[in-house]
């Protein structure tokens, strides 16, 4: 069976979609033979680590006329014998959704393809403009924008979201499609893995520096208590994106003068990352956003007792008072507190690590649970 891949950004880069797209192919090129379609240079994926796992690379150009873009991937596949295309969402209004004539899933389908698709982050039903916009203008767009996206779910077999929150919420936004979606637990880890964790006094926040993360209101929060607390540290980890996160965040870390005891990691390669994981006491995740957490998943299987928001996908995993603790979004002041008491009460840290850490495998958030689940889904 031919499969294809599709994502509007380069492979290689280090978002939540790109993460799982690369594994799905590690871990299903060996069961069938699969295509990528990416915003990459063809000759770029032929020379990585993931060429010899793939069958075929075609280029895609987001900023193209999406029409032209449809049909030059419908040829292509017809070129290659595609059997089944997998669209994978940065957002819930991609691909052109949002456009009754320019979307590139339902372009496909309608070519005759089987196609399935993939939100990995249901961030909010109007998504389809600015948040600085009036609500006026919001309402009138979604008078377009909300039957294009209907359209769309329905030309595909089926689309996924990666948490159980972000499922109700789709359901609920395009509830005349209920049926059409489903809810597949993304995941990086080896569910086989044992470990005997070594923990410092770390808190840690990994992931992408950006707006929808939260950060400056994590050094706030570390701020607020860690004069208390000489003995640790805050690391925050991950390349930063192009907006004032990065600024607010060092504000925040000034206005405290908490300067020798944060650490701010831009360059993380992954065998550093899973070693900040498995040292961290304290994981992190201010998100204002969030599909799932990957990182937050990461650091529960690691064994760190963690606080995070009540944003999205984080509520599937931490179950406050049970698996971690959850305060509201950009609350630094209920962050501090959170922090405070996981720092002051070893016995509630530990408590919360252990449960944490055994309930990521008993939900069957694993990659060979994420492998099975597309294969059988695959072949219908």
């Known amino acids: 069976m031919r499969i294809a891949l599709c994502l509007e950004c380069p492979l290689h880069q280090h978002g939540g979609v790109e993460v799982l797209v690369r594994e799905l192919i590690r871990g299903l090129h060996q069961k069938f033979e699969l295509y990528l379609v990416s915003a990459d240079l063809g000759d770029v994926i032929q020379a990585s680590s993931f060429g010899p796992m793939l069958k075929g690379c075609l280029p895609y150009d987001p900023l193209a006329d999406k029409r032209q873009e449809a049909a030059r991937i419908a040829q292509w596949g017809r070129e290659e014998g595609i059997d089944l295309f997998h669209f994978h969402h940065g957002g819930t209004y991609t691909w052109g959704s949002r456009t009754w004539t320019h979307c590139v899933i339902t372009e496909v389908a309608n070519a005759g393809f089987r196609c399935v698709s993939t939100n990995h982050g249901a961030f909010g039903l109007m998504g389809f403009v600015g948040e600085q916009r009036p609500l006026g203008y919001k309402l009138a767009a979604m008078c377009l924008c909300w039957p294009a996206k209907l359209r769309q779910?329905?030309?595909?077999?089926?689309?996924?979201?990666?948490?159980?929150?972000?499922?109700?919420?789709?359901?609920?936004?395009?509830?005349?499609?209920?049926?059409?979606?489903?809810?597949?637990?993304?995941?990086?880890?080896?569910?086989?893995?044992?470990?005997?964790?070594?923990?410092?006094?770390?808190?840690?926040?990994?992931?992408?520096?950006?707006?929808?993360?939260?950060?400056?209101?994590?050094?706030?929060?570390?701020?607020?208590?860690?004069h208390k607390h000489p003995d640790w540290r805050l690391v925050i980890a991950g390349r930063h994106g192009c907006?004032?996160?990065?600024?607010?965040?060092?504000?925040?870390?000034?206005k405290h003068g908490i300067e020798d005891q944060v650490d701010v990691l831009t360059e993380v390669p992954d065998a550093q990352a899973i070693d900040l994981l498995r040292h961290?006491?304290?994981?992190?995740?201010?998100?204002?956003?969030?599909?799932?957490?990957?990182?937050?998943?990461?650091?529960?299987?690691?064994?760190?007792?963690?606080?995070?928001?009540?944003?999205?996908?984080?509520?599937?995993?931490?179950?406050?008072?049970?698996?971690?603790?959850?305060v509201p979004p950009a609350?630094?002041?209920?962050?501090?507190?959170?922090?405070?008491?996981?720092?002051?009460?070893?016995?509630?840290?530990?408590?919360?690590?252990?449960?944490?850490?055994?309930?990521?495998?008993?939900?069957?958030?694993?990659?060979?649970?994420?492998w099975q689940r597309h294969a059988q889904l695959y072949l219908g």
Not at 163 to 173: F, G, L, N, T, Y
Not at 243 to 252: E, V
Not at 356 to 363: E, F, Q, T, V
């Open 243 to 254: 907006d004032l996160t990065t600024h607010a965040m060092f504000a925040a870390i000034r």
């Open 153 to 226: 779910v329905a030309s595909v077999e089926w689309e996924a979201t990666v948490s159980q929150h972000d499922w109700k919420a789709v359901q609920r936004w395009f509830f005349p499609l209920r049926h059409k979606f489903i809810q597949i637990y993304h995941s990086m880890l080896d569910g086989s893995e044992v470990f005997t964790p070594q923990k410092r006094n770390i808190i840690l926040c990994l992931g992408t520096v950006g707006a929808r993360k939260g950060q400056p209101y994590l050094a706030e929060a570390f701020g607020q208590i860690a």
């Open 331 to 370: 609350d630094p002041s209920a962050l501090a507190a959170a922090l405070e008491r996981l720092i002051t009460d070893p016995s509630l840290r530990a408590r919360l690590a252990e449960t944490g850490r055994r309930s990521i495998p008993a939900k069957g958030m694993t990659r060979q649970g994420m």
């Open 280 to 326: 961290a006491a304290i994981f992190a995740m201010p998100s204002l956003a969030e599909g799932l957490g990957l990182s937050l998943q990461e650091a529960m299987f690691h064994g760190a007792a963690c606080a995070g928001t009540t944003a999205g996908g984080i509520t599937d995993m931490i179950e406050h008072e049970k698996t971690g603790l959850l």
